[in-house]
């Protein structure tokens, strides 16, 4: 069996930090909750394998070098389903102001998880939320 073959059938999770090794960590955490993450790297490449392969779930920080609310303004604008994390290190009640904006927006918001988050704990949410496969 192939690295792809482990692959095929898995839900995507597009993820979106701006420091590499909190990606990785996240992107373990998806991978062991059975996920295929797809990490970003920038805004336009989040759009890019946003528009290119739709995601089942997306990852957002909100202390990127783009405002994080600009990321929950562009899944409304694109009528994202799947559900929507947002991570980040900012004060509790700016994570709340933030996911508060996405329902708004009409998004399918979990979390908030502030930084440093355990692995376990992202492993579970990010479980609880994964789409039931159809084989």
């Known amino acids: 069996m192939t690295a792809r073959d482990e692959t095929l059938g898995k839900p995507k999770l597009l993820l979106i930090d701006d420091e590499p090794a909190l990606a990785d960590f996240l992107a373990s955490a998806a991978s ?3 996920f295929e993450p797809v990490i970003a790297v920038n805004d ?3 759009r890019a394998r946003f528009a290119s392969d739709a995601p089942s779930m997306v990852a957002v920080d909100l202390g990127m070098p783009t405002d994080g609310v ?3 303004r562009f899944l409304s604008e694109q ?3 799947g559900p929507v994390l947002i991570i980040s290190g900012f004060d509790r009640r700016i994570l709340d102001s933030a996911f508060r904006l996405g329902g708004v927006l009409g998004l399918n918001m979990i979390g908030p998880v502030e930084k440093p988050a355990r692995l376990d704990d992202l492993e579970t949410l990010l479980r609880g939320h994964r789409p039931i496969e159809v084989e």
Do not use: N, R, S
């Open 44 to 46: 336009a490449d989040f």
């Open 79 to 81: 009528q994202f389903e």
């Open 70 to 72: 600009e990321f929950l």
């Open 32 to 34: 062991m909750a059975g």
